[in-house]
């Protein structure tokens, strides 16, 4: 431990300096100058201050309030010596920032006391502050193993039904990423955002429960079958609905609510404009640009410009247009998304 005193009085510092020194592990410095005492300290190496009240040009109080504003002396431990008679003096300092305080004459089995206790309360706040730091680093860690866990769990689910319908991982990627970079461009928080990059995934869950003979028919399908394929929508409501978490709530959105459209004539309940939760709205244009953008068995993979047209020209119709613009305002991340997870993908657009 370096212990730095200050005191104007030469008789005063010698006794302190002595005292102090006798501390076993203790090794002492004294200033009568506080100016200098001050760069000392600035210079860093200090980890016992104890200053005097009655000096010339800087008082005690003054000088502690100074040390306290240093970078990193927030918890330097900090002892005021005074007198008897200057209680305000003691109240200002402890005030300003002292830790405790002594009185002259000063006793040496007082200083030797104080100073230990001091240390030893100094030493006890360090390892509880070390202690919170490792224990927020835990937190951080599991809640990153737990976050990673939910969304590997979430792509498989999501998996599971794209399987079924024929298509790849890329698909749910794609769609993924398509919605984080709407989310975004909306000026969406970065909790939100995540959520809805792992609920996106799950937009076609309901698909599980459409038979493979119109689920896995090759080409396009006939006004009845289609009827049947829309149930998916429900289906995937009925599959996440009353969930407990914003995360299976934001789901449910998604995969009832994205293939409704702005203009009111989408399915299945006929919602417009914001009556349409705002996920299913971001859905609904990542959804379509992947579809149009993808080979099916009946169709060729539009260029991407085309498909961007197609969604710019259906802003107000089909889409939203502020998540209309918030994705073409992004355009280039989204080439990025889509020459990065290339991929087959085969959905209802």
């Known amino acids: ?35 200098a005492a001050f760069g000392e300290i600035r210079s860093g ?24 504003a240093l970078p990193g002396m927030d918890d330097l431990p900090i002892i005021f010596v005074t007198t008897p008679e200057e209680k305000s003096a003691r109240s200002a300092a402890l005030e300003a920032g002292a830790t405790d305080f002594l009185t002259k004459p000063i006793d040496p089995a007082e200083v030797k006391a104080r100073i230990r206790t001091v240390m030893r309360l100094h030493d006890a706040e360090a390892k509880l502050r070390d202690q919170a730091a490792w224990l927020a680093d835990e937190i951080t860690e599991a809640t990153s193993v737990i ?11 999501a998996q599971a039904a794209e399987f ?14 398509y919605c984080l970079l709407i989310g975004e461009a909306l000026g969406l928080d970065g909790e939100t955002c995540r959520t809805l990059y792992l ?17 896995l028919k090759p080409g396009k399908l006939s006004p009845e079958e289609r009827a049947v394929m829309e149930q998916h929508t429900t289906y995937g409501h009925r599959l996440l609905a009353n969930g407990h978490s914003d995360l299976i709530r934001a789901a449910e959105d998604i995969a ?5 459209r702005w203009d009111g004539s989408g399915y299945p309940r006929g919602l417009a404009g ?8 971001i859905a609904a244009v990542a959804d379509v640009f992947d579809a149009l953008t993808s080979e099916r068995p009946y169709k060729q993979a539009w260029p991407l410009p085309q498909a961007a047209e197609h969604i710019a020209q259906n802003s107000g119709k089909h889409f939203d247009p502020a998540c209309v613009s918030a994705f073409l305002n992004r355009w280039n991340e989204a080439v990025a998304i889509y020459e990065t997870k290339r991929g087959s993908a085969r959905d209802v657009a």
């Open 199 to 215: 609920a996106a995934p799950l937009h076609d869950i309901g698909k599980i429960a459409i038979g493979d003979a119109i689920l």
């Open 147 to 157: 976050a990673g866990r939910e969304e590997e769990v979430i792509l498989r689910l």
């Open 274 to 281: 914001e009556q349409i939760p705002l996920f299913a709205r």
């Open 1 to 35: 431990m370096r212990a730095l005193i200050v005191d104007d009085n030469a008789t005063s510092l010698l006794l302190l300096k002595r005292v102090v020194g006798h501390i076993d592990g203790c090794s002492v410095i004294g200033f009568h100058d506080p100016h």
């Open 45 to 68: 190496g200090v980890d016992l201050l104890l200053v005097d009240y009655m000096m010339p040009q800087i008082d005690g109080v003054e000088f502690i309030t100074r040390v306290r």
């Open 164 to 177: 079924r319908d024929g298509e790849t991982e890329m698909h749910i990627l794609r769609m993924a990423n």
């Open 256 to 260: 009832w609510c994205h293939h409704e």
